[in-house]
């Protein structure tokens, strides 16, 4: 079983920069890419960004390239988001996950275990 823990999410204005952690469980978390996705309330699971295994691959959506940076240290078992210029519409439940199978990086089918969801909310 693995189990993945958000962290870092909180309240900031228009602008302003955080960073999620997703500490992870178990030895095989550097064999996995990992994502990071997003979520509001009544709202379909949104692709954020995700990385392959050993980090020389990134994938963001559109909405967040630029501002975003997803990295991981798997000697820490942890992958990070870094989000700086935060927008209101950037206002989510944020979701770590990890990658089990498929073509897709954006698909959250393709992802198997998630942890709880950190809030982040940006104030205008």
């Known amino acids: 079983q693995v189990q993945l823990v958000e962290s870092g999410g909180g309240l900031v204005q228009a602008g302003g920069s955080l960073r999620l952690s997703c500490a992870a469980s178990?030895?095989?978390?550097?064999?996995?890419?990992m994502g990071w996705f997003r979520q509001a309330p009544g709202k379909e699971r949104e692709f954020v960004a995700a990385i392959n295994w050993n980090g020389e691959s990134t994938y963001y959506a559109d909405s967040v390239k630029g501002r975003f940076t997803i990295s991981r240290d798997n000697a820490k078992n942890t992958v990070y988001l870094q989000m700086n210029s935060l927008k209101p519409e950037d206002t989510d439940v944020y979701y770590c996950?990890?990658?089990?199978?498929?073509?897709?990086?954006?698909?959250?089918?393709?992802?198997?275990?998630w942890g709880q969801g950190t809030q982040v909310t940006v104030s205008s």
């Open positions: 996950a990890r990658k089990m199978g498929g073509i897709y990086y954006y698909t959250s089918s393709n992802y198997d275990y």
């Open positions: 178990g030895r095989t978390f550097s064999r996995y890419a």
